[in-house]
């Protein structure tokens, strides 16, 4: 298994891995977030209590939970890298980082939204909101230590340093809601028996829909970060030839 790891590993052989399933992660991800959106927009009945404001869930609970487990994903992809040397785990880090921001700041900016109605105000310092936000600054401080150094072995390290400290508040953001007092409401059982089937339904299509969008994204960023760092090799050169000639 870790030999076969290791030659996916390879940089050339994982670019064209990685283009041969950005594709149908692309479809799938596209008719699993239009089903959820189309579902859950058009067709679930209003919240008895929140009316129609509740549908801004089917935006911020897909982006909330993988803004958390994109960030999970790059610890290991760190750990890996910090053990075992891999460069192409630092540069999968590398990939996630930007799309793991997008999620948080969508999940922050929703999460504001849907609060307004709900709260009363657009922000509050709520132990979960804020656990969030720090999320948000660990991604960009993630992504400013891979462009601060020269050398990527170097960037790598310290990004992944700064990655394996910043797991801590993960588990923060995801207990906030027992640990405080907090104007938050319960994650648990929104996936479960807290919402009627026929809303429950298109937020799992929805959160599959992000799911299989970041893997696309990664897997386009990925391949990208592999040509910029293997572009002095024959075979990164040769592929930037046919882009060119294409």
């Known amino acids: 298994m870790w030999k076969a790891l290791h030659q996916l590993a390879r940089p050339e052989r994982l670019y064209q891995f990685s283009g041969r399933l950005v594709p149908w992660f692309a479809i799938a991800g596209l008719a699993a977030l239009l089903l959820g959106w189309v579902w859950g927009f058009g067709f679930a009945p209003a919240d008895y209590q929140q009316g129609d404001s509740f549908r801004i869930m089917y ?4 982006a909330a ?10 610890a290991i992809a760190a750990f890996i890298g910090l053990v ?22 969508i999940a922050l900016v929703t999460g504001s939204a849907w609060g307004k109605p709900m709260w009363g105000t657009w922000w509050i310092w709520d132990a979960r909101l804020t656990s969030e936000l720090v999320l948000l600054f660990l991604y960009m401080g993630v992504i400013a230590l891979y462009h601060a150094f020269d050398d990527r072995r170097t960037a790598g390290r310290a990004a992944g340093i700064l990655i394996l400290v910043g797991v801590v508040n993960l588990p923060i953001i995801h207990f906030s809601v027992q640990w405080w007092n907090t104007l938050h409401q319960g994650s648990s059982g929104i ?4 919402i009627a089937p026929v ?14 969008l970041f893997v696309t994204l990664t897997l386009m960023r990925l391949r990208n970060l592999i040509l910029l760092t293997e572009r002095h090799r024959p075979w990164a050169i040769d592929v930037a030839k046919r882009g060119e000639q294409a």
Request: aromatic content about 12%; proline content about 6%; charged content about 5%.
């Open 59 to 62: 935006i911020h609970v897909p």
């Open 65 to 74: 939970m993988w803004s958390m487990g994109i960030y999970a994903s790059m």
């Open 84 to 105: 075992w040397q891999m460069k192409m785990a630092d540069l999968i880090s590398a990939a996630m980082a930007p799309v793991g921001a997008v999620f948080t700041f």
């Open 191 to 194: 996936l479960q028996q807290a």
């Open 199 to 212: 809303m429950r339904t298109p937020l799992r299509w929805a959160i599959l829909g992000y799911l299989l």
